[in-house]
């Protein structure tokens, strides 16, 4: 079938953009250009919630495009793994696919916003599979958060052969504490309620100490510090862990770095702004 074919020419373009962690001008200079072209945009957000994607690129939208929240219809309350999730999660992205279809097929570009990039754990992929065969479509990478997050605390993550391994906050402690054992790097990411979790994880991967946490990296009011200096356990959406490869190894080739590496945890302990 010819490309024609498969997408009319009367159809809109869907353009899957990345945000960026937060700052808004860590948004990209082509997110930025086809955010004042998009007719549409569409977002993620928890009913009730403003959206952050959203927040993240208010300057540079255009004041009469059509907005299509697209809200979820379960939260982390419900069982992630259970049957009753999954159903309600599929008919949910069928449903906000078939919106943004309509939108497209009459002929409107839309752009879906995904935080970080679309295609790193981001829901924007759930809408570009079910699209990408039917509509041209363009995915706009972004800075990701655990990016934004190692550069915003100065941390060298990882350098030569380093291995660098991303978990998601929710695996459970057991296998948190192999993975992070069996590895130079990590990121954990989805922090939230698991902070408890992945601290003891942390702990028996002997990780602990080197471990920095970053909560709403490059948004005006983040933080960050020396994860064994936080003394509660509450964690937002928008936190994760970082445990850098790079220093551990510098002391022990470098005798003179082990005084760096000492004094660097003090000099984390600040405000994103
Ligand atoms: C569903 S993932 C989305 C990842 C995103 N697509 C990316 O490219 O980084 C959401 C997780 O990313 C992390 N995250 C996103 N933005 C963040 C920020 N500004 N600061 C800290 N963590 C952030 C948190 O761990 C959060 O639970």
Redesign the pocket.
């Known amino acids: 079938m010819a490309e024609r074919d498969l997408h009319p020419q009367c159809s809109g373009r869907l353009y899957g953009v990345?945000t960026g962690?937060?700052d808004p001008d860590l948004l990209t200079l082509k997110a930025a250009r086809l955010l004042g072209q998009a007719d549409v945009i569409a977002y993620f957000a928890k009913a009730g919630n403003a959206s952050?994607a959203l927040r993240i690129v208010q300057a540079y939208r255009r004041d009469d495009v059509i907005e299509v929240p697209l809200l979820y219809p379960v939260t982390t309350e419900s069982h992630r793994h259970g049957d009753a999730y999954r159903q309600a999660i599929t008919a949910f992205y069928d449903q906000m696919a078939a919106e943004l279809a309509g939108h497209l097929s009459a002929g409107r570009d839309v752009v879906a916003l995904?935080?970080?990039?679309?295609?790193?754990?981001?829901?924007?992929m759930h809408l570009h599979v079910r699209l990408a065969s039917r509509f041209v479509t363009e995915v706009v990478p972004?800075?990701?958060?655990?990016?934004?997050?190692w550069s915003l605390a100065g941390l060298p993550i990882v350098q030569g052969d380093d291995v660098l391994t991303v978990l998601?906050?929710t695996l459970d402690e057991e296998e948190l504490a192999q993975r992070l054992a069996a590895t130079e790097a990590a990121i954990?990411?989805?922090?939230?309620r698991n902070l408890p979790k992945v601290r003891r994880a942390l702990a028996r991967a002997g990780r602990l100490d080197c471990a920095v946490y970053?909560?709403?990296?490059?948004?005006t009011e983040?933080r960050h510090l020396p994860l064994n200096r936080k003394t509660d356990d509450d964690a937002?959406?928008?936190?994760?862990v970082l445990v850098p490869g790079w220093a551990g190894r510098l002391a022990a080739t470098d005798p003179s770095a082990e005084a760096d590496k000492a004094n660097a945890p003090a000099d984390l302990e600040t405000s994103t702004s």
Do not use: Q
Not at 188 to 192: A, E, P, Q, Y
């Open positions: 990345g962690p937060g952050n995904s935080e970080g990039d679309p295609l790193f754990y981001g829901s924007y972004g800075i990701t958060a655990m990016s934004g997050c998601p906050g954990v990411m989805k922090i939230g970053v909560e709403r990296g490059t948004m983040g937002p959406y928008f936190s994760l």
